[in-house]
């Protein structure tokens, strides 16, 4: 089972501030099944990336994705109030479906 | 508009049963692969299942395995997580999601609670 790793564990930032997450992977993930979730207290996920660096339907530009092999990468240029939420990677193989263990990113 | 609506959570005794609903309204159920995915208090997430969009086949985590049974009913749009032998670590919110591109979880319902306690 490939285990993701994110960090940090908490990111404290204040609006208009660039947010960089990052997930590490034990094992190489294909770039194909690599996504990012945003989670808000209350709320079920959404799903923001999906490929590594594809936007899901409605996700703002402010998001993008990067990476390849056991390193990717997730980017928020400008933080905006309704980004301060806690983020998840996810990734799928050999039939079986992982999530990092998350970051918060909090108010500054 | 697309829907996903879990029900049957509550309170329940370590080595009971418990069975979930998910009722799908708003995309061709019968064509998507679907999940359940839990998330316990104050923790991550964790994907529990998944089963085609036939019921053909079906995966679990091994943390579940030989315990739940995933299933689905096309005529009534409803998926199915049926949970024998729960545990106190079971406790989580219980999450369907439907099979989204690139093997994601593309929509997701609200959850339903469920509490494994004596």
């Known amino acids: 089972e490939i285990v993701l790793t994110q960090s940090p564990g908490t990111l404290s930032l204040s609006p208009g501030e660039r947010a960089t997450l990052s997930c590490r992977a034990s094992?190489?993930?294909?770039?194909?099944?690599l996504a990012w979730y945003q989670q808000k207290p209350g709320q079920a996920p959404r799903l923001l990336i999906y490929g590594a660096s594809s936007r899901a339907t409605g996700i703002p530009d402010r998001f993008s994705g990067s990476g390849s092999g056991t390193d990717f990468t997730l980017t928020i240029s400008r933080l905006e109030p309704e980004d301060f939420a806690v983020y998840y990677c996810?990734?799928?193989?050999?039939?079986?479906?992982?999530f990092g263990q998350g970051t918060r990113v909090e108010i500054k | 508009q697309v829907q996903l609506v879990e029900s049957g959570g509550g309170v329940v005794q370590p080595g009971r049963s418990l069975r979930l609903s998910c009722e799908v309204s708003?995309?061709?159920?019968?064509?998507?692969?679907m999940h359940w995915v839990r998330q316990a208090p104050g923790k991550g997430l964790e994907w529990v299942a998944v089963l085609s969009y036939d019921g053909g086949k079906k995966y679990y985590a091994d943390s579940v395995k030989g315990r739940f049974t995933i299933s689905r009913d096309n005529s009534k749009n409803t998926l199915y997580l049926q949970m024998n032998s729960l545990r106190a670590e079971d406790t989580a919110v219980y999450h369907c999601?439907?099979?989204?591109?690139?093997?994601?979880?593309?929509?997701w319902g609200q959850g339903t609670m469920v509490t494994v306690s004596s």
């Open positions: 999601a439907k099979w989204g591109i690139s093997r994601t979880f593309d929509i």
């Open positions: 996810q990734q799928y193989g050999s039939s079986l479906w992982t």
């Open positions: 708003g995309f061709t159920f019968s064509t998507y692969g």
């Open positions: 094992q190489s993930v294909t770039s194909t099944y």
